[in-house]
């Protein structure tokens, strides 16, 4: 291995032990004699310094032609230090160049002067390697691997719903049409159809995180036409036990987080709060607040992103539930309530003023499954393979998809998106 430790399992105790530590030139400075070198890797910085006396001759003359984001191998002796910022430093023996900057980094990777998010995203490969970056997705591993747990705690089991499609699973045109042999397909907008079918199949509590695409031409800082989607669908269920589970499953996220990743937090300057409980709020009820605090809403309108965050001030709730929502704002599935047709079993989970999670109670009558695409003006013959899907014994269920970007984004603290996705893909951009 190239490597004994990462950066961060060197500490003031290990003084006097030989380590090999690998990662890039983040940084190089002289004072007087005494050269130093700033290595990064993906866990953050070590010290290492170069001292006439204390290190070999050549390796003097080798640091100095050093250029940031040199690819370096450093061997040496731990030193525990109360004037170095970190703690400890490195005394090295040797040090061995294994990738040279042949061309300008596009920008400085320390932050001191800050670079335009395009011209970060031209050059991803590079922008990762940002102790901040790297605390984003170190952050979003931990969002998603909370979630397979919380989900496996609850007895569900995981799915792989396909990504290429014969037609809309939810409805509308904003789909990418591909070539698929001699057919015409679609990217998957969803995989709603797919997780619903499990549960009727018999598998009763599914998971998956899955990739969806949506060819929605909007221009903002909230959506991207490629996302993450973190999805789960119960069966002998209804909208109750549905909220139940996404309660549980966030709040589980949350709290593992806030537990295991207080360096990335820390180092991004964000807080993390778990609450005991999420506060539940009828859209009316939403809509009437609004309305009562000099903001102009219609009742079967959805919120604006403007209107969402003047709720949470509003309530002094950063995460809160908004339940029984106008069926003809959700999609076709959801639920009526029977007393009152014009409202659905839906749910969405804001966070921060923003949506990160949607759901509801779906229909498993086919005769309703016709009527509510009717009343949206939609085919029910380009649906028939779904709707026969709910004649041969079906259950109540109900689910919710969380989107992983924008928990990320929240969770961090981030302004655009865009810095929640590794690699993303919006209405311009498909490099690198």
Same mark, same amino acid.
């Given at each position: 291995m190239m490597?004994?430790?990462?950066?961060?399992e060197?500490?003031?105790?290990?003084?006097?032990?030989h380590?090999?530590l690998?990662?890039w030139?983040?940084?190089?400075?002289?004072f007087?004699?005494?050269?130093?070198?700033i290595?990064?890797?993906?866990t953050?910085?070590?010290?290492?310094?170069?001292?006439?006396?204390?290190?070999?001759e050549?390796l003097l003359?080798?640091v100095?032609?050093?250029?940031?984001?040199?690819?370096?191998?450093?061997?040496?002796k731990?030193?525990?230090?109360k004037?170095?910022?970190l703690?400890?430093?490195?005394?090295?023996?040797?040090?061995e160049?294994?990738?040279?900057?042949?061309?300008?980094?596009?920008?400085?990777l320390?932050?001191?002067?800050p670079?335009?998010?395009?011209?970060?995203?031209?050059?991803?490969?590079?922008?990762?390697?940002?102790?901040?970056?790297?605390?984003?997705?170190?952050?979003?591993?931990?969002?998603?691997?909370?979630?397979?747990e919380?989900?496996?705690?609850?007895?569900?089991?995981?799915?792989n719903?396909?990504? +290429? #499609?014969e037609?809309?699973?939810?409805? !509308?045109?904003?789909?990418?049409?591909?070539k698929? *042999?001699? =057919?015409?397909?679609f990217?998957?907008?969803?995989?709603?159809?797919?997780?619903?079918?499990?549960?009727?199949?018999g598998?009763?509590?599914?998971?998956?995180?899955?990739?969806?695409w949506?060819?929605?031409?909007?221009?903002?800082?909230?959506?991207?036409?490629?996302?993450?989607?973190?999805?789960?669908?119960l069966g002998?269920?209804?909208?109750?036990?549905?909220?139940?589970?996404?309660e549980?499953v966030?709040?589980?996220?949350l709290?593992?987080?806030?537990?295991?990743?207080?360096?990335?937090?820390?180092?991004?300057?964000v807080?993390?709060?778990?609450?005991?409980?999420?506060?539940r709020?009828?859209?009316?009820? +939403? #809509?009437e607040?609004?309305?009562?605090? !000099?903001?102009?809403?219609?009742?079967?309108?959805? *919120?604006? =992103?403007?209107?969402?965050?003047?709720?949470?001030?509003l309530?002094?709730?950063e995460?809160?539930?908004?339940?029984?929502?106008?069926?003809?704002?959700?999609?076709?599935?959801?639920?009526?309530l029977?007393?009152?047709?014009?409202?659905?079993?839906?749910?969405?989970?804001?966070?921060?003023?923003l949506?990160?999670?949607?759901?509801?109670?779906?229909i498993?009558?086919?005769?309703?499954?016709?009527?509510?695409?009717?009343a949206?003006?939609?085919?029910?013959?380009?649906?028939?393979?779904?709707v026969?899907?709910?004649k041969?014994?079906?259950?109540?269920?109900a689910?919710w998809?969380?989107?992983?970007?924008?928990?990320?984004?929240?969770?961090?603290?981030?302004?655009?998106i865009?810095e929640?996705?590794?690699?993303?893909?919006?209405?311009?951009r498909?490099?690198?």
């Amino acid at each position: 291995m190239m490597r004994s430790h990462y950066n961060s399992e060197v500490t003031a105790e290990m003084d006097g032990k030989h380590v090999k530590l690998a990662g890039w030139t983040h940084e190089t400075r002289t004072f007087g004699k005494v050269n130093f070198l700033i290595l990064r890797d993906r866990t953050g910085l070590m010290q290492v310094i170069f001292k006439s006396g204390e290190v070999p001759e050549d390796l003097l003359e080798n640091v100095k032609g050093l250029v940031k984001e040199t690819a370096v191998v450093v061997e040496g002796k731990v030193r525990a230090s109360k004037i170095a910022n970190l703690g400890r430093e490195l005394v090295p023996t040797k040090l061995e160049v294994v990738g040279k900057v042949l061309k300008q980094v596009p920008f400085e990777l320390t932050g001191k002067v800050p670079a335009e998010i395009d011209v970060r995203l031209d050059h991803r490969f590079v922008d990762i390697r940002r102790i901040e970056v790297q605390a984003v997705f170190k952050i979003r591993s931990e969002v998603q691997r909370a979630f397979r747990e919380a989900c496996l705690g609850l007895q569900m089991q995981e799915i792989n719903p396909p990504s +290429l #499609v014969e037609a809309a699973t939810e409805g !509308g045109t904003d789909l990418f049409e591909v070539k698929y *042999f001699e =057919k015409k397909a679609f990217l998957a907008q969803s995989p709603q159809l797919y997780k619903q079918l499990a549960v009727l199949g018999g598998m009763d509590r599914v998971f998956m995180v899955s990739p969806i695409w949506r060819a929605e031409k909007h221009n903002t800082t909230q959506h991207l036409n490629e996302v993450t989607q973190m999805d789960v669908e119960l069966g002998f269920a209804g909208e109750e036990d549905a909220l139940q589970a996404l309660e549980k499953v966030v709040l589980h996220v949350l709290k593992e987080v806030k537990e295991n990743c207080g360096k990335e937090l820390e180092t991004l300057k964000v807080k993390v709060d778990v609450p005991n409980k999420i506060a539940r709020h009828p859209y009316s009820e +939403l #809509v009437e607040l609004l309305n009562k605090n !000099g903001e102009k809403m219609e009742w079967g309108k959805d *919120f604006s =992103k403007e209107q969402e965050e003047k709720l949470q001030a509003l309530l002094k709730e950063e995460l809160f539930f908004v339940t029984r929502w106008p069926t003809l704002v959700r999609a076709f599935y959801s639920m009526p309530l029977t007393e009152d047709p014009k409202t659905c079993r839906a749910y969405d989970l804001m966070y921060r003023g923003l949506e990160i999670a949607s759901g509801a109670q779906r229909i498993h009558d086919p005769e309703l499954l016709v009527k509510q695409l009717q009343a949206r003006g939609l085919d029910a013959k380009q649906f028939e393979d779904y709707v026969d899907a709910f004649k041969y014994g079906p259950v109540p269920h109900a689910g919710w998809s969380i989107g992983a970007e924008r928990l990320t984004m929240k969770i961090c603290g981030l302004h655009n998106i865009r810095e929640a996705s590794l690699f993303p893909r919006d209405r311009n951009r498909l490099r690198p």
